[in-house]
């Protein structure tokens, strides 16, 4: 069983940066895809990002393209996801997600595993 906990969220203006971070536990991090979801209220869970499980390759929504950065580190088990020109249409709970069966987790449908998210606020 893996246990997911997301940190950084907060918040922050318009064009501001935040550093969200998920930090893994009970699994062998680096068998795992990552990826990160979000939820803004009132929508459904929508993809965001999400990295290999080597951190070699990355796919991103359009949304947030050139603008996010996924990352991870396998030896501290966490998965990253940088946000720079953040804008007020970025805000909502992200969540970080885990599956061992696909390369990539780039549907809710795929994931096994969910962190209990964190709330990201874009102010203008």
């Known amino acids: 069983q893996v246990q997911l906990v997301e940190s950084g969220g907060g918040l922050v203006q318009a064009g501001g940066s935040l550093r969200l971070s998920c930090a893994a536990s009970?699994?062998?991090?680096?068998?795992?895809?990552m990826g990160w979801f979000r939820q803004a209220p009132g929508k459904e869970r929508e993809f965001v990002a999400t990295?290999?499980?080597?951190?070699?390759?990355?796919v991103y929504a359009n949304s947030v393209k050139g603008r996010f950065t996924i990352s991870r580190d396998n030896a501290k088990n966490t998965v990253y996801l940088q946000m720079n020109s953040l804008y007020i249409e970025d805000t909502a709970v992200y969540y970080c997600a885990a599956t061992n069966r696909v390369a990539f987790v780039t549907s809710a449908k795929d994931s096994d595993y969910w962190g209990q998210g964190t709330q990201v606020t874009v102010s203008s």
């Open positions: 009970g699994g062998t991090f680096s068998g795992y895809a």
């Open positions: 990295i290999n499980r080597s951190g070699t390759s990355t």
